[in-house]
């Protein structure tokens, strides 16, 4: 079967790492059909618009795609593409797991967590009111008068929305992840203490779906503080964890950090009818087209899209693949080598050759 996939190579270094996972995914044998479009900084510079409604369609009829990183140009309408792309296509599953690769270094060993962030409200979901505009003025003071608390009058505000029917699809998502994975353990992160009606809503809902699973899944609660401290000392004793979008986004570059780095840390972005696989890092515009930096991350979210179309043969292929080259060391890129100096360091396009070399020995 020849699947249809979306291909967006983004900007900065996006079209290298992209690059490097699509040869890696078809060195695999799986049959893929490319639908190329742009969004970000090359979008803008094609058709004067960051996130073309073709792209979304392109992704709309896919269903699935493989996205590189973009810039968020400073000073624009757009908080951010990617936030867009998921609000538009409601992805609101973000799965981000943190996994230990032997070769890797790394303070820790063995990880093996999974973040499930939710990605559609909370404060990301965009509304902000501009200290000193009149909109502003008028809110603190609807506020002030029905909640009978003051808010300083020089304040900019902005919203954080957390609903009962999100919650509980997210949480959801988590227990049948952990289901269909083989976990054992979901933690409910939160801050529920301080936030009672929104983290408070989140945890709830937690607790309610968490009984449909139980006697299949355990359930844990977590406030979000305490789960920095405790992942930094006892990462082990987590297995997948689900959080509200904002301490999700933070929480999994905690876990990136004990896996090695935004270098390897691949990212999902799943919704009811279409799915976009991304690495967690972004553009690093200093590095773009000097053929440097790591593919793994992207060539990693590839396995994950290979998994999500059902090709898990691929995707074991590739991530064994990928797993030699990383163990061996010798064709890596300068972040994973001891001395970041080293003249051997391999290029992205050389990383991604040694992996195609693997898959086809
Ligand atoms: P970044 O992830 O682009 O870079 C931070 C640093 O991490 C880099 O300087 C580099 O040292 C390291 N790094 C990142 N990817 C690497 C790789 N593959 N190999 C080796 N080292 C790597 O984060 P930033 O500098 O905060 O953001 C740059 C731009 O990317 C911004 O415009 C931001 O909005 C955007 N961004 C996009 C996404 C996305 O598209 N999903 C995610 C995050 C940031």
Not at 27 to 56: F, M, N, R, Y
Not at 89 to 105: F, I, M, N, Q, T
Not at 245 to 254: A, E, K, P, R, T
């Amino acid at each position: 079967m020849t699947h249809k996939i979306t291909l967006i190579p983004g900007d900065g270094i996006g079209p290298e790492v992209a690059q490097a996972a699509k040869r890696c995914i078809e060195a695999t044998g799986v049959k893929i059909q490319w639908d190329e479009v742009i969004a970000g900084q090359s979008a803008l510079l094609k058709t004067g618009e960051l996130l073309p409604q073709s792209t979304l369609d392109s992704i709309k009829k896919n269903k699935v795609a493989l996205k590189g990183p973009i810039t968020t140009p400073v000073g624009t309408g757009f908080r951010s593409i990617n936030v867009a792309i998921r609000q538009a296509l409601d992805l609101y599953a973000c799965v981000r797991p943190a996994k230990s690769y032997a070769g890797v270094r790394s303070y820790y060993k063995d990880i093996d967590l999974v973040i499930i962030r939710e990605n559609s409200e909370d404060l990301y979901a965009g509304i902000e009111f501009e200290e000193g505009l009149e909109p502003t003025k008028a809110l603190i003071d609807e506020i002030s008068r029905l909640s009978k608390k003051n808010i300083r009058p020089d304040s900019g505000i902005s919203i954080k929305p957390i609903s009962k029917s999100a919650s509980e699809r997210i949480v959801r998502f988590a227990f049948e992840y952990a289901l269909a994975n083989n976990r054992k353990k979901v933690t409910c992160v939160h801050k529920a203490n301080i936030m009672k009606f929104t983290d408070g809503l989140f945890l709830n809902t937690a607790r309610l779906v968490a009984e449909e699973f139980s006697g299949k899944i355990a359930f844990e609660e977590a406030i979000v503080d305490n789960m920095a401290m405790q992942l930094v000392q006892k990462p082990h004793n987590y297995d997948v964890l689900v959080l509200p979008n904002l301490y999700g986004d933070i929480i999994s570059d905690l876990c990136a950090g004990l896996i090695g780095g935004l270098g390897i840390a691949p990212g999902a972005n799943i919704g009811k009818e279409s799915a976009v696989f991304e690495a967690v890092h972004g553009s690093a515009p200093k590095y773009a087209g000097l053929n440097k930096v790591n593919p793994t991350a992207m060539i990693l979210s590839g396995v994950l899209m290979l998994r999500h179309i059902k090709e898990e043969a691929a995707a074991m292929k590739l991530e064994e693949a990928l797993k030699k080259v990383l163990s061996e060391g010798d064709s890596v890129t300068y972040d994973l080598k001891p001395d970041r100096q080293d003249p051997t360091a391999a290029g992205t396009k050389e990383m991604a050759d040694a992996v195609i070399a693997n898959i086809r020995r």
